[in-house]
Antibody, heavy 120, light 109 residues
Framework: EVQLVQSGAELKKPGESLRISCKGS????????IAWVRQMPGKGLEWLGI????????IYSPSFQGQVTFSVDKSVSTAYLQWSSLRASDTAVYYCARWYCGVDCYLDLWGQGTLVTVSS | SSELTQDPAVSVALGQTVRITCQGDSLRRFYASWYQQRPGQAPLLVLY???NRPSGIPDRFSGSSSGDTASLTITGAQAEDEADYYC????????????FGGGTKLTVL
């Protein structure tokens, strides 16, 4: 079964760094774009951006440029989302999803989400 | 960048038909995709393209589009359809990114 599996929940303090992961299994993900999506408590879905697993080509949403960093290790079909200095406002559930573009583009496969809590 | 607008909340009687709409300039160029999110769960793709359902999605879910508006229709709504629904399309800025609507909370009465 093709799936995306994300790393577990994190509790961090403001100013700390963090990297969460999204591992693809059951398929050849090196030809896929992976999107990162944020959902703050009680709020809607927001695009952070996308990264191509094949060559790490990255496109950030303007609102998140400079706030987060995407990376990949294609040898293990894993994408990463990283913060160098967390803020309380980064508290949210973060989803990875495959951004499939054929005739149309859509997010056809989702990870289970990673809850990031930033609190002193 | 683009914006997609959805009604915050919609309700439907059990077994009746409901339409959830999504409006935005990017929909004049790109099809919307639709996602169902139940409480505590990850979003799930329910419609994409002109009117395509992924495997396992019931055929009571259908889609349509006209001008700058896309619609998700549930014909014969079931209790398990109560959820938040989000539309998404490619951003009209041609940066290959997507944009979500604000979401519609569907209540099945």
């Amino acid at each position: 079964e093709v799936q995306l599996v994300q790393s577990g929940a994190e509790l961090k303090k403001p100013g700390e760094s963090l990297r969460i992961s999204c591992k693809g299994s059951g398929d050849n993900f090196t030809t896929d774009w992976i999107a990162w999506v944020r959902q703050m408590p009680g709020k809607g879905l927001e695009w952070l951006g996308i990264i191509y697993l094949g060559d790490s080509d990255t496109i950030y949403s303007p609102s998140f440029q400079g706030q987060v960093t995407f990376s990949v290790d294609k040898s293990v079909s894993t994408a990463y989302l990283q913060w160098s200095s967390l803020r309380a406002s980064d508290t949210a559930v973060y989803y990875c999803a495959r951004w499939y573009c054929g005739v149309d583009c859509y997010l056809d496969l989702w990870g289970q989400g990673t809850l990031v809590t930033v609190s002193s | 960048s683009s914006e997609l607008t959805q009604d915050p909340a919609v309700s439907v009687a059990l077994g009746q038909t409901v339409r959830i709409t999504c409006q935005g300039d990017s929909l004049r160029r790109f099809y919307a995709s639709w996602y169902q999110q139940r409480p505590g769960q990850a979003p799930l793709l329910v419609l994409y393209g002109k009117n395509n359902r992924p495997s396992g999605i019931p055929d009571r879910f259908s889609g349509s589009s006209s001008g700058d508006t896309a619609s998700l229709t549930i014909t014969g709504a079931q209790a398990e359809d109560e959820a938040d629904y989000y539309c998404n399309s490619r951003d009209s800025s041609d940066n290959y990114l997507g944009v979500f609507g604000g979401g519609t909370k569907l209540t099945v009465l």
